[in-house]
């Protein structure tokens, strides 16, 4: 199920991409971060509401609030930086560099997580890697 899940997040990223350059056109992009963040709290506040897990909240342990804080401040900086990106260059070049996320999360899991880093994950992150460079130049 969670590949289902990891597909559709695909798909909502790439039309995040496209809706997010067609309507940033003559819009500061930092208020444009703040229209689409504004549109993703409702939802997501809107989505705890509706399955009834407000309650949670309380159970949360302050090391999860410090991470899930310092997870939101990440997501905060690279919407900013993506929006002003998206205004200043091509969907089409800036859509693979931000993809370069993955590469660089394969190696903070390695680092920080201790996860594994295969040859497979080894020769993933070099393919994404050398995608990107024939895709900007």
Known sequence: ???????????FAALTSIL???GIEGVNSNLATAIRTM???????GMV??????????????KSWIFLILSGLATGASWLCYYRALQLG????????????????????????????TAKSLIGA????AGTLIMIF
């Open 1 to 11: 199920m969670w590949a289902v899940f990891a597909v559709l997040s695909a798909v």
């Open 20 to 22: 997010a350059k067609a």
């Open 126 to 129: 070099v393919l994404i890697t």
């Open 39 to 45: 549109v993703v709290v409702a939802m997501a506040w």
């Open 49 to 62: 509401f509706l399955t009834d897990a407000q309650g949670g909240i309380g159970s949360i342990s302050k």
């Open 90 to 117: 091509d969907v089409s070049k800036v859509v693979p560099i931000d993809k370069l996320s993955v590469v660089i999360t394969l190696i903070l899991a390695f680092v920080f997580l201790h996860e594994s880093f």
